[in-house]
């Protein structure tokens, strides 16, 4: 309810004033999509999110990074 509430409030901005039931079906179509759509976005932003933090955290323990000062110099340099 509250959604279709908001689609036709989207929809009024979207379309204007004058617009009559225009409007209100835009917003009815825009809060459908977002019901259906946005579930799978979630989804997929939080998997790449995770992908990411381990990506990270991989590269963090396979180099280790030291002061320039504490790596020995090359003989005779």
Known sequence: MLGKLAGAWLGRRIVGRNSGAKGALLGVGVAS?????????????AVGYGAKYLWDRRNRRASPSYPSDAT???PGG
């Open 33 to 45: 999509l977002a019901r259906r759509g946005l579930g799978p976005l979630a989804a997929a932003a």
């Open 72 to 74: 020995p110099s090359p």
